[in-house]
């Protein structure tokens, strides 16, 4: 069965510090592995996509690494801002025909000032 | 970038009565559009995969008859929730895949929209 397992599920740290939020899967077949950014009330928006053979790729202040033996990806945020507070999602892409997500639940993560 | 909408982005209706969603590719073409649904502090449940010109493909558990689903052009998906009750409270998000590029391509979510049902 295919599923995608994030922790922590809340985080709470302080405005300038770093953080990072961890995903396991176990979906098969893999295309690719995406993080999204969920703000409350809002729609997800991507932050990076992770192919089976990258291991690591930045955004900004967002670092995702994949591990495609293990079947973990992590998200680094550094110097974290009070607008990173949102959810943090780990999406898996796999190669249905009808190209269905697998979803994480989501780490909530609060910056604090 | 590609970009979804959705309308209307929150609506408050009464039980019983029919609700509206739309969802729009802007700059692109979606042959497939998705419909997902979340709850407080959860993750998005598919609902169903819309596919213009022919029947939505609903998940398992989700009514058909209550959630209607219209894919009538290469850019709008609509959701309707029929007769609805309070316990169809819920945020609706939908999502567009460019129908010119492969099934593991980038989904496109839309902003989402607030449904309350007094």
């Known amino acids: 069965k295919n599923q995608v397992e994030q922790s922590p599920q809340s985080l709470i740290i302080l405005e300038g510090k770093n953080c990072t939020l961890q995903c396991n899967y176990t979906v098969s077949p893999f295309s690719n592995l995406r993080w999204y950014k969920q703000d409350t009330g809002r729609g997800p928006v991507s932050l990076t996509i992770?192919?089976?053979?990258?291991n690591t790729k930045s955004n900004g202040r967002y670092t995702a690494t994949l591990d495609a033996d293990t079947k973990q990806s992590s998200l680094h945020i550094t110097a974290s801002q009070l607008s990173d507070s949102a959810s943090y999602i780990c999406v898996l892409y796999g190669g249905t025909s009808y190209g269905k997500l697998t979803f994480g639940q989501g780490t909530i993560l609060t910056v604090h000032p | 970038g590609a970009v979804v909408s959705q309308h209307p982005s929150r609506v408050i209706c009464k039980s019983g009565t029919s609700v509206k969603i739309e969802c729009r590719s802007l700059d692109f073409q979606a042959t497939t559009m998705f419909w997902y649904r979340q709850f407080p502090k959860q993750s998005l449940m598919l609902m169903a995969t819309s596919n213009e010109g022919s029947k939505a493909t609903y998940e398992q558990g989700v009514e058909k008859d209550k959630f209607l689903i219209n894919h009538a052009s290469l850019t709008l998906s609509t959701l309707t929730v029929t007769s609805a009750h309070p316990e169809d409270s819920s945020f609706y998000i939908c999502s567009a895949r460019d129908s010119t590029r492969d099934t593991g391509s980038e989904q496109y979510f839309g902003p989402g929209t607030r449904l309350t049902v007094t």
């Open positions: 992770m192919t089976f053979s990258e």
